[in-house]
């Protein structure tokens, strides 16, 4: 009776649920989306760390040619600096 079934594409699961995805597909392609999940969680992390880093360097920018506009001298970021 189960491989009249599976013949016509039609499968039953561990719980004895009618399913149209064969087993082994299915369970491919949740692994297949773990796999992704993981790596678009890993190039967000990433793109996250660049930004601010980006951020960051933006801002010691802005704070080196505000300080240069309004006093003379070296800026206190530029002190700070081995």
Do not use: W
Not at 41 to 70: P, V, W
């Amino acid at each position: 009776m189960f491989d009249v079934l599976e013949n016509i594409g039609i499968y039953l699961d561990e719980l004895n649920c009618l399913r149209l995805l064969d087993p082994d597909v299915a369970g491919m392609t949740n692994e297949l989306k773990n796999e992704l999940r993981h790596f678009v969680d890993s190039k967000s992390a990433i793109t996250s760390y660049t930004f601010t880093l980006h951020t960051r360097e933006m801002c010691s920018r802005i704070d080196m040619q505000t300080h240069a506009g309004l006093h003379p001298g070296p800026c206190p970021s530029q002190r700070l600096k081995p």
